[in-house]
């Protein structure tokens, strides 16, 4: 055996093993790096492709001489063979960095969430928030919370229990706090299943491409199936890609709470709230909401410009300022009421 062949078998070989890991696992190629490393493979195969091995026995099987793809030029038996070798080389690199790195990611995500003690609700699971009603669907869990103590303790939950990635209903956090959320991460002593209810949310149909009737709850995709083992099967699954389209649903009416927080427990705002002024600012919240202001500074712009108006009305009375047939000039009308 010659040494190119020699490289050229162990070259697939090494290939042929990734082919065999990624079987077990829902980790894809990307249509990006087959074109990379196989220019002419989806144009011949109109745009689709299978697994690594059909990849592998394409690329390795080509004529003896050839066109190169990319350039168009003409090759020579040893340009071929050469070009065909570095292309192996490039498939390879790429199957030993970044989907050696994805694979170990989801195995190790797994091997994780084996351990479920202590969780009380699976992915799918459609819930409802206890302290400000909105309801969601559980897209991921932690035995205990991975935020650190003082966030838990700001946001006044226990930090040693399960807590869950929620997408909450938009409609919900529109018409709760004005505005949609995209993501919770919810105390399990804060949550309670509801049966028989969807949840609107622009992206849960990146996660969970069917809804089931009979078990009344999301059917995950295939990679959060294998990141959370379980039972997911259900006869009567049926697409849920209009919960992803807020087109399709009325607007909700808006409905100014002037007690709901809608940071709590919010993975992208760590920063939470200080309990011991919680008292305190929803007094002031309050006060705005009755003064008609929508902010803090705006509230104290506008009781600071209303005590200004009537000290300027009570002086011009009095004063020559005030000619006949001008305008009295108001104080404040900058201000947005």
């Not at 819930?127 to 909105?134: D, Q, S, T």
């Not at 996660?207 to 990141?227: A, V």
Request: with cysteine.
């Amino acid at each position: 055996m010659s040494a190119d062949k020699a490289v050229t078998t162990l070259l697939y070989r090494c290939i042929l093993r990734w082919n065999k890991q990624l079987a077990s696992v829902p980790l894809d190629v990307r249509a990006s790096h087959v074109d990379e490393v196989l220019p002419g493979f989806r144009q011949q195969h109109n745009g689709g492709f299978g697994s690594i091995r059909e990849l592998a026995q394409w690329g390795f099987r080509q004529d003896a001489t050839g066109t190169d793809a990319l350039t168009g030029d003409i090759l020579t038996k040893d340009e071929h063979k050469a070009l065909l070798l570095d292309r192996g080389f490039q498939a390879l690199q790429i199957l030993n960095s970044e989907y050696a790195q994805a694979l170990t990611y989801l195995q190790s995500t797994r091997q994780k969430h084996l351990d479920a003690r202590g969780v009380q609700f699976t992915v799918g699971t459609v819930i409802r928030h206890k302290k400000y009603g909105y309801k969601g669907v559980i897209y991921a869990w932690d035995r205990v919370c991975d935020r650190p103590p003082q966030w838990a303790q700001e946001m006044q939950v226990n930090h040693d229990q399960p807590f869950y990635g929620v997408l909450p209903d938009e409609h919900d956090c529109t018409r709760l706090f004005q505005g949609a959320r995209i993501s919770k991460y919810v105390a399990q002593e804060n949550i309670e299943v509801v049966q028989n209810e969807r949840v609107v949310h622009r992206a849960i149909s990146n996660y969970f491409p069917e809804y089931s009737s009979d078990l009344g709850r999301y059917i995950p995709n295939t990679k959060m199936q294998y990141e959370y083992p379980g039972t997911y099967q259900a006869s009567d699954a049926q697409s849920c890609l209009t919960d992803s389209n807020l087109l399709l649903h009325e607007e909700p009416e808006l409905y100014n709470d002037p007690y709901a927080d809608p940071y709590e427990d919010d993975p992208d705002y760590v920063q939470g709230r200080c309990p011991g002024k919680e008292a305190e600012a929803k007094s002031q919240q309050a006060a705005r909401l009755a003064s008609g202001s929508s902010s803090p500074e705006e509230g104290g712009k506008a009781a600071g410009n209303e005590a200004m108006k009537a000290k300027s009305n009570k002086e011009s009375k009095k004063g020559p300022g005030n000619q006949e047939g001008m305008p009295e000039q108001s104080v404040g009308t900058d201000v947005k009421r």
